[in-house]
């Protein structure tokens, strides 16, 4: 799907970021890995070159300007050309309510969740537009509902849906597409861990606290890290040429639109 392109991929961690780049490497493509630890970007890029593709380490804090703009300056020397930029790096802020949250977190959460994405977009869509490149922005399925306390990160990425549909029109004349992935649960190590407490507190077993969360899906079962992935190679792919400007949820049927 992605052969011999070369895909930037941001906050690569050990769950979703790290599958979006090695399922990115095994449809073809080289990898820029970009995140603030440079250890774990390491062992991912290993990974990638397992299956045959290049892997490149950047370590980046995307919400500066300096550290971004090397991110780019690196990219392009080694490979000179971008195809694909996955902004996947975000922050989830204080859980807390609305009317008792502090102003400055609202804040915070918006410069990683938001402003950083347009950052790395404004940076790559000259070299995006002359390889007619993608766009995808990670969100989430907080965009479906309005529970308490997630007030505050919905706003922000609600801001990041915004942000996706408004630079699709503005790109797509250079003919770069845009697109957005809402993730609901993801089966990794983030969410396992979470169970696992959950569980403890409990006084009961990961696997009922995972089916009882299930059963509010349609499958019956929570999306991997690598189906969430999959959904986005969809859109980064040639096969999503004429797809700009669209959210698609990958959450196992438990909201509808």
């Given amino acids: 799907m992605l052969e011999n392109k070369v895909v930037v991929v941001s906050g690569v961690g050990p769950g979703l970021g790290r599958s979006l780049a090695l399922r990115s490497a095994a449809s073809g493509a080289d990898v820029v890995l970009a995140a603030r630890t440079e250890t774990r970007l390491a062992e991912v890029a290993r990974e990638v070159e397992a299956v045959g593709r290049r892997a490149l380490v950047v370590p980046t804090d995307i919400t500066d300007e300096v550290s971004a703009k090397t991110l780019k300056r690196t990219t392009l020397e080694e490979f000179g050309r971008v195809d694909a930029l996955v902004n996947n790096a975000f922050a989830v802020p204080p859980l807390q309510p609305l009317t008792e949250v502090d102003i400055e977190d609202i804040h915070s959460g918006f410069e990683t969740n938001v402003f950083a994405a347009l950052r790395l977009s404004r940076l790559f869509a000259p070299t995006l537009a002359e390889h007619s490149g993608a766009i995808t922005m990670i969100n989430s399925a907080v965009i479906r509902h309005s529970r308490s306390p997630f007030g505050v990160y919905k706003m922000t990425k609600e801001g990041l849906l915004s942000l996706a549909r408004t630079l699709s029109a503005e790109l797509g004349p250079q003919g770069v597409r845009v697109n957005t992935v809402a993730p609901g649960y ?33 499958l019956l079962r929570l999306p991997s890290p690598d189906e969430v992935a999959n959904a986005v190679l969809f859109l980064l792919s040639d096969l999503a040429s004429a797809i700009t400007g669209q959210c698609l949820d990958v959450n196992g049927g438990e909201f509808h639109r």
């Avoid at 190590?189 to 899906?217: C, P, W």
């Fill in 186 to 218: 993801i089966w990794g190590d983030a969410l396992k861990a979470g169970f696992a407490s959950m569980a403890e507190q409990r006084g009961t077993t990961v696997q009922h606290i995972y089916d009882e969360t299930a059963t509010n899906l349609d």
